[in-house]
């Protein structure tokens, strides 16, 4: 059954717009396709940190200050895992571990991607249907200067996303399949969104997995809130990823990335100023508060962007 | 290098014995070859509940009312896992996990449970020998008085331990190669050790195992002591399945099981009326306290043990 909205989403910013979302569209109607670039084992446990970041969102129990983990969440089995091992960079809590064992134990046992995350929605309640990008693992490469190549997490969490970007590969991404019901869901949407995540590793993995980007093209009516405010990201290392591709750091930047496939784009108070740009790119602009540091900020947020893609909330 | 000790152990009352022991003799003249056919996989992590016991116990961070786990653990993941699964009904805590999560990582990369159980040895500060007395998996089976088979922790801990046993299949251990190390332990010691521990489910396994129960019998040499109390086991459902096999729930039945390879046996003061009979089955006997309330008790007991060996400590 085809939901009425379809999201691309990444991360934290994400989340939040989306948590707004669901404040003013029915759960029901929305289908999220979620990045799953970041994705990797630690220690044999299989962590979606998008995925899981978006679950927790929606499910009202995330760390709210992070934006990821849960709220009040304990770290006493890493601190214990430290001990056996000297590899133990990424932090997961106590109760977030449990999501990823049991991905793992379905994994394992044969299930996909798909499967294990429509489960771990359910269990949480979401009644969202939430897609990962592909059911393969396509993780997104960050090729420094020095010729090394290091996971999305290996160079954001382990090393401090250092300025040492030479580019990205996301070549994983390229000839991963979509997953079941992805390349449905974005043909009989009445509305595309592209949320507040990085252009490069969360949307821009999303797009580059295989039919995507075409069947967005080929609608040309997505809509887009720009990441980045006053010429920095909210949250994470888009800038440093923008000047790597050599895009300029600012909401004209990310619009000149989503021009081949995004009819409007919402950007911030603070960017009024580049409004006339982006309409000259071909996109509708609408202007709003997009720091999201209210549930009722992301769902003000939420309706501009739905009334941009010519629906009323 | 050989250990001039070496301790066949299970769980609890072993591990409190070991305790006991290393107060007594060097951590470096001990080799203990521990029962593995309690081990099974818990939501794709590895469990190994009695190398778990007894390295924990040596450790001193053991919960020392349970005598399994961490002291102080909390259960934060399992609580969260609860909600994700209708299985969870072993009890693992947080920094338990951790053991765990790593011991699957290395048995997954293609580590041996020997390599895997020195290393976490090693983290944990023992510098006892530990081996599992299998690098292959030997589980324990339960068959239950409807015909129906359980792992011996489905027996034990998910089902409570019945009594509707109506026989232990150990065809596992059978076919189990010794890990390597073990047979060469029980040749070269100058002094083997049965600990106290469920003589069918703990001890009988690790005899069951190739090769062993021979090299003990070559020797006949062995000294034990009696798991049973007044004609109860301290712990564990060891009165069940001695009676399922047919078997005296008392010292002296103990010892009957023994004989072939023990010369001799402490048994508790409470059950200094047996002594004759045990004597009569060709062991020597020692009488003792062998409920090991206390560090100091289980030292003595230890000290006993060594005596009985023909050695002073």
């Known amino acids: ?11 934290v910013g994400a989340a939040r717009f989306l948590a707004g979302l669901v404040r003013v569209l ?18 044999g446990l299989r962590v979606c940190p998008d995925l899981d970041i978006v679950t927790y969102t929606l499910a009202g129990v995330v760390n709210r200050e992070t934006g990821w983990g849960f709220e009040g969440d304990t770290v006493r089995c890493l601190d214990a895992l430290r001990r056996l091992r000297s590899d133990v960079w990424f932090r997961l809590g106590d109760r977030d571990l449990a999501t990823h064992i049991q991905r ?23 009644r ?35 300025e040492d970007v030479a580019s990205l590969d996301l070549s994983a991404a390229r000839e991963a399949k979509p997953a079941p ?3 449905e869901a974005l043909a009989e949407a009445e509305i595309v969104i592209v949320c507040p995540s990085n252009p490069l590793v969360s949307i821009g993995t999303i797009l580059e997995v295989r039919g995507v980007r075409a069947r967005l093209e080929t609608r040309h009516d997505a809509v887009s809130v720009s990441p980045i405010i006053a010429g920095a990201p909210v949250k994470g290392p888009a800038d440093r990823l923008l000047r790597a591709a050599g895009a300029e750091v600012s909401a004209a930047g990310v619009a000149r990335l989503y021009r081949g496939f995004c009819r409007g784009m919402v950007i911030d108070k603070q960017d009024a100023a580049l409004a006339p740009e982006i309409e ?8 709003e508060e997009t720091l999201m540091r ?20």
């Open 181 to 183: 019901g992805v390349l």
């Open 280 to 287: 000259s790119l071909g996109l509708r602009v609408r202007i």
């Open 104 to 126: 793992s134990d379905r994994l394992r046992a044969g299930a996909t991607l798909s499967e294990v995350t429509r489960e771990l929605a359910a269990a949480f309640g979401l």
């Open 26 to 43: 029915p759960q029901e109607e929305l289908a999220i396709v979620v990045n799953t670039g970041d994705d990797r084992d630690f220690f």
């Open 294 to 313: 209210t549930p009722e900020i992301a769902a003000a947020l939420a309706k501009t962007v739905l009334e941009l893609a010519g629906r009323a909330a």
């Open 128 to 162: 969202v249907e939430l897609l990962p990008m592909s059911d393969s693992p396509a993780p997104t490469m960050v090729v420094r200067r020095d010729g090394t190549r290091s996971d999305f997490e290996e160079y954001m969490v382990r090393d401090g996303a250092p």
């Open 1 to 11: 059954m085809a939901r009425r909205v379809v999201a691309l989403a990444g991360g």
